[in-house]
């Protein structure tokens, strides 16, 4: 006893000052003005991720599903029964909603909560609670050590609920959540051969692509990999130092950039770091590089541009370059701080049929006096046959022959197979798509490209390979009235170049629709090096490309019709058996009969109403379709139609446009 009264005035004064401690820490935070908590929705809570202009885009359609709840204060018993009020008057509202368009992803944004009275407690079980019972995933953002452990006190990580230490954080992994969902949803409209076809083949497209037209966001790499080289780095190696002056694109992995502000971002596929040294060693930009460093945040693989190369680069493709430039700037701009995601639906014009405008639907031929003799070309006429060769244009002759260089080894006349493959894929995975490398392998296979089998790929077999996939021939009874209506058009203005607007005349005036995205595609390539003059071999090549997209068209056209045919199908079988004496026929053995026919079949009653489909434009897929013949969840079914629905109705539908532009865009 008498060794403990001497440190008894010494734990009196601590005990005390904690108290004194305690109350003044109380007081600050009684007195600070406490912001009301509020609800933030997904267009307008972005992470500081650079992404790819595909998959922000998608982000964008997403966004209802998540919101971010902020509190900005120290959060008394009052203050969390507040912001309980406010969480079940979102809930409320939600439930007017339809399904798939309601919240999936809460945000609880406590970064800038100074501390919780523990009599907040039992608030914060009730939101766990409404949540949880709402299907809603819970992830809560925390900035301060102090309230993270005293969460995990009072067990309110259980269940369906995460953590992160920043808000930025939470958002990047919802993102990357929905993305992910986004590719799952996609990935079930292949469950037709023909779709799965079409797919494949526009992503092999987008691999090769040569445009660097400046009304793209994107493009290629195809067409900046001449100028750049590979480079592997693994988890946790730098970049950027002070005498970097390279620029670096993303193939594959992350990249967490620190700016000299002290502040930090984190850079996926598809999207470029270190402009500014770039910039600014070059002299066309002033100041202070706001790069300092970069590190590897994964197993990454970039595409490095030298100073050097830029430059020359400047000098020998100055199309290139400006598209480069362009395409750094909307990234810029398009990932500032505070930025929105723009969530208006645009509904594209995707048929890519022929006289598909109202304009020309009763116009059968086009007409055109030259030299006072009447000529006609009929553009329907362009899909009954293919006898006569379209070829690639010279620039993509010469850009394809500089890319299977770059493929293979130095001066090597072939390239091994399973070196193309590898490179398709890992171009593609840089541009977005999530098919895996093994599938690649099968979908290289079997597009034939190695025409002898020996494994090896030659550069005529690989020009060839392209030939095919960009341009459909034609019938070579149509070439001298084509010749006639470039040279009619030409004749318009002596002097003058066959610009991209004469261009679309004439491509209008033959039939085709030139209000189709598709066109765009055409115009990006035949004049890809953005001269303005369209010669007539281009303009053939042109001719080619849009027998391509529209026979694509035709194809996803009627596997539209094909998918409502085989939920109808479903249906009636599904009613029939119920209403069976006799034991009902298994329902996967039910759509394996269904999908025979809906992927080339010769049931004959199903291809009659097919074809009395397509007659009918105003055909469209709901939930209950997509759910009869995907054998999916009517979730799954409802978010699917949410996704690819361009308009804005109460009741959600998907018509041919949308699906064609679904395809396009989304898959």
């Known amino acids: 006893m008498k060794d403990i009264q001497p440190m008894v005035p010494g734990l009196l004064i601590v005990f005390i000052l904690g108290i004194v401690l305690s109350t003044f820490e109380?007081?600050?935070?009684?007195?600070?003005?406490?912001?009301?908590?509020?609800?933030?929705?997904?267009?307008?809570?972005?992470?500081?991720?650079?992404?790819s202009e595909k998959h922000d885009r998608q982000l964008a359609v997403m966004s209802p599903w998540f919101q971010v709840f902020s509190i900005d204060s120290f959060i008394?018993?009052?203050?969390?029964?507040?912001?309980?009020?406010?969480?079940?008057?979102?809930?409320?509202?939600?439930?007017?909603?339809?399904?798939?368009?309601?919240?999936?992803?809460?945000?609880?944004?406590?970064?800038?909560?100074?501390?919780?009275?523990s009599s907040a407690k039992s608030v914060f079980y009730k939101v766990h609670r409404?949540?949880?019972?709402?299907?809603?995933?819970?992830?809560?953002?925390?900035?301060?050590?102090?309230?993270?452990?005293?969460?995990?006190?009072?067990?309110?990580?259980?269940?369906?609920?995460?953590?992160?230490?920043s808000l930025d954080v939470a958002l990047r992994h919802v993102e990357d959540e929905l993305l992910q969902r986004a590719s799952r949803l996609s990935s079930r409209w292949l469950v037709n051969s023909t779709v799965r076809k079409i797919y494949e083949r526009q992503v092999l497209a987008n691999v090769f692509s040569i445009s660097v037209r400046s009304d793209e966001k994107t493009f290629s790499t195809a067409r900046l990999m001449p100028w750049a080289q590979k480079l592997t780095i693994t988890a946790g190696e730098e970049l950027c130092g002070p005498?970097?002056?390279?620029?670096?694109?993303?193939?594959?992995?992350?990249?967490?950039?620190?700016?000299?502000?002290?502040?930090?971002?984190?850079?996926?596929?598809?999207?470029?770091?270190?402009?500014?040294?770039?910039?600014?060693s070059v002299g066309a930009l002033p100041g202070i590089p706001s790069t300092k460093s970069a590190m590897a945040s994964t197993d990454t693989l970039l595409l490095v541009l030298s100073q050097a190369n830029f430059l020359s680069m400047q000098q020998h493709d100055p199309a290139l370059c400006q598209k480069l430039?362009?395409?750094?700037?909307?990234?810029?701009?398009?990932?500032?701080?505070?930025?929105?995601?723009?969530?208006?639906?645009?509904?594209?014009?995707l048929t890519g049929d022929l006289c598909v405008d109202k304009s020309f639907r009763t116009v059968s031929t086009f007409k055109l006096n030259c030299n006072s003799e009447e000529w006609s070309v009929n553009a329907t006429r362009l899909l009954a046959g293919d006898d006569y060769k379209i070829e690639l244009t010279n620039a993509q002759v010469e850009r394809?022959?500089?890319?299977?260089?770059?493929?293979?080894?130095?001066?090597?006349?072939?390239?091994?197979?399973?070196?193309?493959?590898?490179?398709?894929?890992?171009?593609?995975?840089?541009?977005?798509?999530?098919?895996?490398?093994?599938q690649f392998m099968a979908l290289i296979d079997a597009s034939g490209i190695d025409e002898d089998g020996d494994g090896v790929l030659s550069k005529d077999e690989f020009l060839s390979f392209l030939r095919g996939l960009f341009l459909a021939d034609i019938p070579s009874s149509e070439v001298a009235a084509l010749r006639q209506a470039y040279d009619a058009t030409v004749a318009k203005n002596p002097g003058s170049t066959m610009d991209e607007s004469k261009t679309l005349e004439l491509f209008a005036y033959l039939g085709f629709d030139t209000k189709s995205a598709a066109t765009g595609d055409v115009m990006r390539v035949i004049d890809a090096d953005g001269d303005g003059d369209v010669s007539f071999d281009e303009f053939?090549?042109?001719?080619?490309?849009?027998?391509?997209?529209?026979?694509?068209?035709?194809?996803?056209?009627?596997?539209?019709?094909l998918y409502k045919q085989a939920a109808t199908h479903e249906r009636r079988s599904s009613e029939l058996s119920s209403n069976s004496v006799a034991a009902p026929q298994n329902r996967v053995s039910r759509m394996k009969s269904v999908f025979g026919s809906f992927t080339g079949g010769n049931q004959k009653e199903i291809q009659l109403a097919v074809a009395q489909d397509e007659e009918d434009k105003d055909l469209e897929l709901n939930a209950s379709d997509l759910e009869a013949f995907l054998q999916i969840s009517r979730e799954e079914a409802e978010e699917m139609v949410f996704l690819a629905d361009q308009d804005e109705s109460e009741v959600r539908t998907i018509d041919r446009e949308e699906f064609i532009q679904l395809i396009r865009t989304w898959s």
């Open 400 to 438: 394809f022959s500089k890319l299977f260089d770059m493929i293979g080894s130095a001066g090597a006349d072939e390239i091994d197979m399973e070196v193309f493959s590898n490179f398709v894929s890992v171009e593609a995975r840089a541009l977005g798509s999530t098919i895996e490398h093994e």
């Open 76 to 117: 008394f018993f009052g203050t969390a029964n507040n912001m309980y009020s406010l969480l079940k008057q979102h809930i409320a509202s939600q439930q007017l909603k339809p399904k798939s368009e309601r919240t999936k992803y809460l945000i609880f944004d406590l970064s800038a909560v100074t501390g919780i009275d």
């Open 540 to 561: 053939m090549t042109g001719i080619g490309m849009m027998k391509q997209h529209c026979m694509m068209a035709k194809q996803l056209n009627k596997s539209f019709g």
């Open 243 to 280: 005498d970097d002056t390279n620029l670096y694109m993303l193939y594959d992995g992350e990249v967490s950039v620190k700016l000299r502000d002290g502040s930090q971002m984190s850079f996926f596929k598809g999207s470029f770091f270190n402009l500014d040294q770039l910039l600014i």
């Open 325 to 349: 430039l362009l395409t750094l700037l909307v990234q810029n701009e398009s990932f500032r701080p505070g930025r929105v995601r723009t969530t208006a639906r645009m509904r594209e014009t």
């Open 26 to 51: 109380f007081m600050f935070a009684f007195m600070r003005k406490a912001q009301s908590p509020s609800i933030r929705g997904g267009d307008v809570c972005c992470s500081t991720a650079i992404r």
């Open 130 to 165: 409404l949540l949880s019972q709402q299907y809603i995933k819970l992830i809560w953002a925390f900035s301060q050590s102090k309230m993270i452990k005293k969460f995990d006190d009072w067990g309110l990580y259980a269940g369906n609920v995460e953590r992160y230490d």
